[in-house]
């Protein structure tokens, strides 16, 4: 039985001040939760070592939006997987649709960025997923193919085995449009379909996300689907009581599944 997961990501969002009370304010709402789904906070970078003291010791984790590749050297203005770790990350984000489309981050460059994250011990959440035109032109699969494979091609099948797919169709994206549980389900098992071409255990067992406007209101439909473990949240992440609603949801599905 795969493990729920909701993780919230919080952009370029929040100041020390609000940044404080939000992840205070999920921590005591996540006290009571069992270990049964994971929790992941994707804070901005400035925020990490306020998300390392107040959430240390607690069952939520967190993880950097970004990295490059390698550990050290004249990068201005980038961050590298050592420097994730040393504030207690155990994820990082990869191929984000904001990183693919407003930073040009290509097929290439997020295979490297997916295996970087891996040689430093760190879990990719791989984001994946297409724009409206590409789903209008029927090309979703072929779209999710490419942004798969060419991963898979640079980082092996077995990398899989340490990380966290997120789908995210762009259009969905902060726009209030979700997917519905039935759209969403059908590209979840598009990718376990596609994965378990490489490795069966591997589809069946890697952790899924749904990603695109998911809300405390449209979470349980979505968290009921086979193929979706779970949610990667932007919006309603950045307010406590519909982060930790949506959390509630994803730990009611993991109590019914035992
Ligand atoms: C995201 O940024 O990954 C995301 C899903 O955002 P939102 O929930 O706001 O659509």
Redesign the pocket.
Known sequence: MRKKMVAG?W?MCGSRCNVDALADAIKKGTKSFSTKIDIVIFPSFVHLQLIENILVDTLVSWGGQNLYLGAQGAFTGEISGPMLVDYGCQYVLVG???RRIIFHEDLKLIAAKFKTALEYGLKPVL?IGETLAEREQQKTEKVITEQLESVIELAGIDAFRHAVI?Y?PVW????GLTATPEQAQEVHAFIRKLLAKHHPDIANTICILY????KADNAAGLFAMPDIDGG??????LEAKSFLAICENALEKAAGSV
Not at 172 to 175: H, L
Not at 211 to 214: D, L
Not at 232 to 237: D, N, Q, Y
Request: proline content about 0%.
């Open positions: 990501n952009k984000h649709s904001e984001c997120a995210e969905a994206i902060g726009t990603g695109g406007s998911v990667l949240v932007g919006g309603a992440s």
